[in-house]
T-cell receptor
Framework: GENVEQHPSTLSVQEGDSAVIKCTYS??????FPWYKQELGKRPQLIID?????GEKKDQRIAVTLNKTAKHFSLHITETQPEDSAVYFC?????????FGSGTKLNVKP | DSGVTQTPKHLITATGQRVTLRCSPR?????VYWYQQSLDQGLQFLIQ???????AKGNILERFSAQQFPDLHSELNLSSLELGDSALYFC?????????????FGSGTRLTVV
């Protein structure tokens, strides 16, 4: 199946700093690149996504950048807040591919 | 409320037993996906159904099975339960057939095997 890796596995930042999480994948047929946020004990929720014909997408404090040649995409969170503390998952998807990365635990210290 | 309904929310059962988890997809969604999330672990894809038919299989054990009914709700059956089956089981739904575009997750069923 798809080989999906996320780095780092844990990330601790000070409130107001930026956070970047990277996801690498192996399937060159992947064409949809979402990021999910999961708070403790809750369901994963889609926070941003990008299609393969776009290199970058921004939504307020979060952005996703895609490098299809290198097969990686990244989640960028600026001006982090304590409520950003959660586990973030990438889920690069091609046809009939439904695999998630192992997750990055983000801790934003007030 | 995401529109995806999972029942029950919590389930405690003994080793060797059999349980059924239920998922009702969001209105209009034809695909249902099942995921297993063990403590502090990622989301392991188990199986997908689309409009009543099995569409894709992931790391699903032979002791586990699923089906999707004509009204599009799905059930995940777990049998001969072991302690290691304790986990959060999520279902997700989407209108898509072949990708996870537009996934919406339910709130999950927490299974504890004792």
């Amino acid at each position: 199946g798809e080989n999906v890796e996320q780095h780092p596995s844990t990330l601790s930042v000070q409130e107001g700093d930026s956070a970047v999480i990277k996801c690498t994948y192996s399937d060159s047929a992947s064409n949809y690149f979402p990021w999910y946020k999961q708070e403790l004990g809750k369901r994963p929720q889609l926070i941003i996504d990008i299609r393969s014909n776009v290199g970058e997408k921004k939504d307020q404090r979060i952005a996703v950048t895609l490098n299809k040649t290198a097969k990686h995409f990244s989640l960028h969170i600026t001006e982090t807040q304590p409520e950003d503390s959660a586990v973030y998952f990438c889920a690069p998807s091609g046809f009939n591919k439904f695999y998630f990365g192992s997750g990055t635990k983000l801790n934003v210290k007030p | 409320d995401s529109g995806v309904t999972q029942t029950p929310k919590h389930l405690i059962t003994a080793t060797g037993q059999r349980v059924t988890l239920r998922c009702s997809p969001r209105s209009g969604d034809l695909s249902v996906y099942w995921y297993q999330q063990s403590l502090d672990q990622g989301l392991q894809f188990l199986i997908q159904y689309y409009n009543g038919e099995e569409r894709a299989k992931g790391n699903i054990l032979e002791r586990f099975s699923a089906q999707q009914f004509p009204d599009l709700h799905s059930e995940l059956n777990l049998s001969s339960l072991e302690l290691g089956d304790s986990a959060l089981y999520f279902c997700a739904s989407s209108v898509q057939k072949g990708s996870n575009y537009g996934y919406t997750f339910g709130s999950g069923t927490r299974l504890t095997v004792v």
